[in-house]
T-cell receptor, first 113, second 114 residues
Framework: AQTVTQSQPEMSVQEAETVTLSCTYDTSESDYYLFWYKQPPSRQMILVIRQEAYKQQNATENRFSVNFQKAAKSFSLKISDSQLGDAAMYFCAYKVNNNDMRFGAGTRLTVKP | NAGVMQNPRHLVRRRGQEARLRCSPMKGHSHVYWYRQLPEEGLKFMVYLQKENIIDESGMPKERFSAEFPKEGPSILRIQQVVRGDSAAYFC????????????FGPGTRLTVT
């Protein structure tokens, strides 16, 4: 069974600084997809970034980037120049082809002004 | 292109009643997924449907829960004889016919059982 582990229930960062959220996963598949979703208080799930396992290059989306270590089964999210609007729950997720997603338990990020 | 629509956004039911949650996928999407989120937890997969077919219901409780995605109309998640433990946020997601796309989530339905 595929599992996703987020070892940091809560993280805090000063506005304008950088924070890294950790995620590890367990799988026997070689081809899969990894995602980071953001869930603000509105509870809407918003896709932050995605990574295809076959791509060695780490994905980036503006201030968001990932450190994908396939051998270590690690997929951390780095948020640079943190903004107050980044405060939310962040969920790491794993998916094989068109099947369901497996989510981690989430990390609550607080941004201090 | 409207996003994934879910209604109602909030639903209150007494123990023993039935709850019906609706999900309209994004236009052009034929794959629908239902997830449940308990307080302070991540989303847990329940069921995956394509039009008129249940593809994977391995995450669905064996009793009281059912789902459908008819040829016409929204996908329905039905919970019969609700209990307090069913109180949660239920999210629907959809994806296009092609494989290997991320899932687009609706705003969720918060079910409260009193």
């Amino acid at each position: 069974a595929q599992t996703v582990t987020q070892s940091q229930p809560e993280m805090s960062v000063q506005e304008a600084e950088t924070v890294t959220l950790s995620c590890t996963y367990d799988t026997s598949e070689s081809d899969y997809y990894l995602f980071w979703y953001k869930q603000p208080p509105s509870r809407q799930m918003i896709l932050v970034i995605r990574q295809e396992a076959y791509k060695q290059q780490n994905a980036t989306e503006n201030r968001f980037s990932v450190n994908f270590q396939k051998a270590a089964k690690s997929f951390s999210l780095k948020i640079s120049d943190s903004q107050l609007g980044d405060a939310a729950m962040y969920f790491c997720a794993y998916k094989v082809n068109n099947n369901d997603m497996r989510f981690g338990a989430g990390t609550r990020l607080t941004v201090k002004p | 292109n409207a996003g994934v629509m879910q209604n109602p956004r909030h639903l209150v039911r007494r123990r023993g009643q039935e709850a019906r949650l609706r999900c309209s996928p994004m236009k052009g999407h034929s794959h629908v997924y239902w997830y449940r989120q308990l307080p302070e937890e991540g989303l847990k997969f329940m069921v995956y449907l394509q039009k008129e077919n249940i593809i994977d219901e391995s995450g669905m409780p064996k009793e009281r829960f059912s789902a459908e995605f008819p040829k016409e109309g929204p996908s329905i998640l039905r919970i019969q004889q609700v209990v307090r433990g069913d109180s949660a946020a239920y999210f629907c997601a959809s994806s296009p016919l092609a494989e290997n796309y991320e899932q687009y989530f609706g705003p969720g339905t918060r079910l409260t059982v009193t």
